[in-house]
């Protein structure tokens, strides 16, 4: 079965500094991974998709993803964080039909 | 239209009645999903339609769950006698490509606003 795990379901940073949300998948076959932001009684957006094209994603608003095999990992980062980058974030796996997502990470931008 | 449709946005519902939820997806789009979200959690699937065909319903909750797509396009999700544990943001997303399509990276899901139900 796939699964994606996100560790941290909250995190607080400040404005300006660095963001990064974690997500790990375990996966049977090659995974298509994608990071959704879903912003207060907003439905899910796409940030950003891997699609085994290459290993580094840039997605919107300055967001970027890499995909690491060996660590299973595909965790969501940005190098300076703003005050509407505040919402939730799903790390979500597609095999088949299915998209497997996380429990989500909130994420708070302190000024 | 330009966005995936979800109405109604808030629905309140007495434990025992019935609801039904509806989804306008984008013009054109083939593939249909439902999704459940419960507070604080990630979304978990319900259904997925290819057309007018559901082709797969393995994540409905139990048979009081119902969905259909009668001409391939708006879909509508069926609640029948509700529970409390019912209570949650129904999502509705829509891409564009059949599921064989999905190894191009084509097959990215776009979601509505959700229709967030309440039972009482």
């Known amino acids: 079965a796939q699964s994606v795990t996100q560790l941290g379901s909250h995190v607080s940073v400040s404005e300006g500094a660095l963001v990064l949300l974690r997500c790990n998948y375990s996966s049977s076959v090659p995974p298509y991974l994608f990071w959704y932001v879903q912003y207060p009684n907003q439905g899910l957006q796409l940030l950003l998709k891997?699609?085994?094209?290459?290993?580094l994603v840039k997605g919107i608003n300055g967001f970027e993803a890499e995909f690491k095999k060996s660590e299973t990992s595909f965790h969501l980062t940005k190098p300076s964080a703003h005050m509407s980058d505040a919402a939730e974030y799903f790390c979500a796996v597609r095999t088949g039909n299915q998209f497997y997502f996380g429990t989500g990470t909130s994420l708070t931008v302190i000024p | 239209g330009a966005g995936v449709s979800q109405s109604p946005r808030y629905k309140v519902a007495k434990r025992g009645q019935d609801v039904a939820l509806r989804c306008d997806p984008i013009?054109?789009?083939?593939?249909l999903f439902w999704y459940q979200q419960a507070l604080g959690q990630g979304p978990e699937f319900l259904t997925y339609?290819?057309?007018?065909?559901?082709?797969?319903k393995s994540g409905l909750p139990s048979d009081r769950f119902f969905a259909e797509r009668p001409e391939g396009s708006v879909s509508t999700l069926k609640i029948q006698r509700t529970q409390q544990e019912d209570s949650a943001v129904y999502l509705c997303a829509s891409s564009p490509q059949p599921d064989r399509h999905y190894s191009s990276g084509a097959n990215v899901l776009t979601f509505g606003a959700g229709s967030r139900l309440t039972v009482l």
């Open positions: 013009s054109g789009h083939v593939s």
């Open positions: 891997y699609t085994s094209a290459a290993t």
């Open positions: 339609f290819q057309n007018e065909a559901q082709l797969d």
